[in-house]
């Protein structure tokens, strides 16, 4: 059955035109992708497609055919819209007629269960879109339970979060909390160790043990580093040695150190003592 | 003495002109650098300045008034200019009033001498500034002899490495060669190992003893990794472990992920072998 062709008024489109505006879309649950390579990390990803956007009259390849019969097949709701409907609603110059609204992965707190091996990201106050997804991306190579956002300044359905974590929003859970408080107080009752990624710690990175059954991470925002509400507890604090000019890393950067730091002690550990892993 | 005032087709406002305009500048070994915090990064580098340009309606406070005369007396060419010029050439809503064209340190190949630690990054087509700049930054901080950029596809003096790179691209030397087998040919001459950042590569980055005399690391493009060129020499082929969903990490994780193992293995070597560091 072909699906009924809407115009821009239809009130399913309403979603896509808000991310289209670069405005925030009325529900933060969800996020538009657009185009193959996206959808395919969509279709690969559990997470639900609420509404499928196709425009026949730009579906050229066997691959984009194949992408949006996959697509109309999974979605809850499949429209056909015109090439003048979709260069209202795509971000790109040469759009190429497949577009979806899905659900983000994103969880209340109390709702995770974490395992002897848990490993958390906390993204205290990042500002910068970009960031936010390389983080999302790091987190999902470590295969981190969920990336906590406290202070969120970015929105991570936004467009650039997409494509910085190469799909990957789409599949780790994320998880809001207002503040360090809020956020101390949950990690502290899962039993987290809270690991504070710091410019000025004397403690190196490499010299405290993060082997421990449950850690989780914590970098700040890209001006001003992490809220000094983290130190309200008896978090450890560890710094990454800087031998240059500059006083950071980029927040990404300083986050894959750690996290991988987390998961080389860990397996260094079940390897036993001396070896490294 | 108060410097002249120019107006917009003075032709030592030309690069800040084609700047603006995010063209390239003729001359690919200046950067234009905007604003109080850049400016002070450029202070502290030691690369020259060859022009300061003021506007000095626009400059209100202490601080931008001990950054303008620090940059009068340092600069080869200083010039004051009226705010509709500076609105001409300024990248910003808001500007300051400050503006510089400064050198980039920029070496030919064969200009530069290695010690026994040498430590190299080798960026081979990275395709976005921001990358590029974080890059750098990085290397900044691992304290690099060199950045070496292969098959360039970003200028060095775009405005998003400056800002990526925390003005750090006024310190690290540049080399830039054309393709992979110029630079395997210069990094053979000058005895570095050289390893490459590939996530088909059997051999975990952290199993690969890392602590060799020189040791140039190379991260190839954000779509593409880097080109097969690099196999045609004996090179040591690294892989970060993925564990989740996507199958590569973004390109300044990867570089430092490796450049942070490389200054590991060379403390832990220095302690003596089994403790780490």
């Known amino acids: 059955m072909t699906p009924q062709r809407v115009g821009l008024h239809h009130p399913r489109l309403r979603p896509f035109l808000a991310a289209a505006r670069n405005t925030a879309p009325p ?3 969800h996020v538009v992708v657009e185009g193959i390579w996206a959808l395919e990390k969509l279709l690969a990803a559990r997470t639900p497609v609420e509404t499928f956007l196709c425009c026949p009259e730009l579906v050229r390849t066997p691959q984009a055919r194949r992408c949006a019969d996959a697509l109309r097949e999974r979605a809850e709701a499949a429209y056909e819209i015109g090439p003048k409907v979709l260069s209202r609603l795509s971000g790109r110059a040469r759009p190429d007629g497949l577009l979806a609204l899905a659900g983000l992965p994103r969880r209340a707190a109390g709702e995770l269960e974490f395992g002897d091996r848990a490993l958390v990201l906390v993204a205290d106050g990042i500002e910068y879109a970009g ?13 981190a339970d969920c990336v906590v956002l406290v202070r969120r300044q970015v929105r991570p359905n936004h467009p650039r979060v997409f494509v910085a974590s190469r799909g990957t929003v789409l599949g780790v859970p994320l998880v809001e909390l207002p503040d360090p408080a809020s956020a101390i107080a949950w990690l502290g009752r899962c039993g987290f160790t809270v690991v504070v990624a710091e410019p000025g710690a004397s403690r190196d990175y490499r010299a405290g043990d993060l082997s421990g059954p449950r850690t989780a991470v914590v970098v700040g925002s890209e001006g001003r580093g992490v809220s000094s509400g983290w130190y309200a507890a008896p978090v450890r ?15 990404s950067v300083s986050a894959a150190l750690l996290l991988y730091e987390v998961l080389t002690c860990r397996s260094r550990r079940t390897d036993g003592a001396g070896a490294r892993r």
Chains 1, 2 share one sequence.
Request: with cysteine; charged share 25%.
């Open 27 to 29: 529900d933060e649950d």
């Open 131 to 143: 960031n936010l997804g390389t983080l999302i991306r790091t987190a999902d190579a470590c295969s």
């Open 237 to 251: 604090r560890v710094s990454i040695p800087m031998l240059g000019s500059a006083d950071s890393l980029n927040v």
